[in-house]
């Protein structure tokens, strides 16, 4: 059994990864300040260090503990607020990373697996769904931040052996996502709509993502840590979704009776319907880590956003 740090252990998908690491018997330590993530969430079997990844302590606490592994997951998660604030963005998406990558390699940590984004990297300019040697490059700093810790990645492998794996994540939802903020619209539908309140659609609700469960997500993960492939793999359903289906799905499962009102699509380039960071549409091939990982996912949309529903229910 390993010792694993996961940052990003206190929020939605990390908080995941740490119940699996745990039911597998691993000593799991969660790094998160705990600024979007919940104490709550944590696993009580983890240990969690409240620290920010962009503090130069964080070197300290990768040498005192020694982990094997380190999934880093902690992350401004926002593609519209990276726009907003790009700087802000690139502190911890980027510099962050950047510590978290240093403080690992120094310690000898042996890999890392990456919360990267898919769709960031996919759209209709390239081909749909996109595998990943035909990526667009990114249209947001989000984007654009995690495609480059992919090249640090890269980095730390070629100068200091630690190995590494890159997920690019789909669009996941599931339990425990927040509601609050600006990303994630399953979350958001199903918590407006549960509470009776009206959820808006931007734009024509035409605009399409590949949307994946998180318990998938956790089993790639998994799948990740126990093999030796180094390199970027795509996490998603190869399927688009739009906004509308997401929309009409979860009015009828939370038994709401809100309307379809659409809200005027905000920011540059409003006349193509988008929103500045956003793209129009996105899904991502999972031949890939299907062939190298052996994963593919098990959980349809329908059955996802039931599971998703009843969890914001009892919440
Ligand atoms: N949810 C998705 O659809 C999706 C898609 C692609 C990639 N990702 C990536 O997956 C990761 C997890 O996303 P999530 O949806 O679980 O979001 P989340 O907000 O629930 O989790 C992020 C966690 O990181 C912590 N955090 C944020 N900034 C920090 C900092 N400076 N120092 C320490 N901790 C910090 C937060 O408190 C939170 O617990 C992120 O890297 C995100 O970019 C998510």
Redesign the pocket.
């Known amino acids: 059994m390993a010792k694993i740090i996961v ?2 252990g ?5 908080s995941h990864i740490v119940d699996a690491l745990v039911g597998r018997g691993h000593r799991v330590l969660v ?7 919940k104490k709550e969430n944590i696993n009580s079997k983890a240990r969690l260090y409240k ?4 503090d130069k302590k964080l070197a300290n606490i990768f040498k005192k503990e020694k982990p094997q592994a380190v999934f880093h ?5 926002d593609a519209r607020a990276s726009a907003r604030d790009p700087m802000f963005d690139a502190e ?1 998406n980027i510099l ?1 990373s950047i510590n978290v990558l240093q403080s690992a390699a120094m310690a000898g940590v042996k890999k890392v697996i990456f ?5 960031s990297l996919s759209s209709e300019e390239t081909v749909l769904p996109t595998p990943e040697n035909k990526i667009s490059l990114p249209v947001s700093p989000y984007g654009a931040a ?1 495609f480059s810790v992919e090249m640090y990645l890269h980095y730390f492998w070629k100068t200091y052996g630690m190995k590494y794996v890159a997920l690019r ?4 939802y599931g339990p425990r ?2 509601p609050h903020g600006e ?2 619209v399953i979350a958001i539908f199903t918590s407006k709509m549960l509470r009776g309140k009206q959820p808006i659609i931007f734009g024509s609700g035409r605009q399409t993502r590949d949307y994946v469960y998180v318990g998938d997500v956790v089993r790639a993960n998994l799948l990740a840590l126990a093999s030796n492939k180094i390199g970027s793999f795509n996490v998603g359903t190869s399927q688009e979704t739009d906004v509308l289906k997401i929309f009409k799905t979860l009015k009828k499962l939370t038994k709401s009776n809100v309307s379809e009102i659409h809200g005027a699509p905000a920011g540059r380039g409003s006349e193509k319907n988008k929103i500045a960071g956003e793209q129009m549409r996105s899904a991502l091939d999972y031949s890939k880590i299907r062939r190298e990982l052996g994963w593919k996912p098990s959980v349809s949309l329908e059955q996802g956003l039931k599971m998703t529903v009843e969890w914001f229910k009892i919440t």
């Open positions: 940052t990003g206190a929020g939605f998908i990390g790094i998160d300040n705990l600024s979007s993530g620290i920010d990844v962009r997951y902690a992350a401004q998660i911890v962050g919360a990267s984004s898919g769709g995690k994540l789909a669009n996941v996502q927040s990303a994630g």
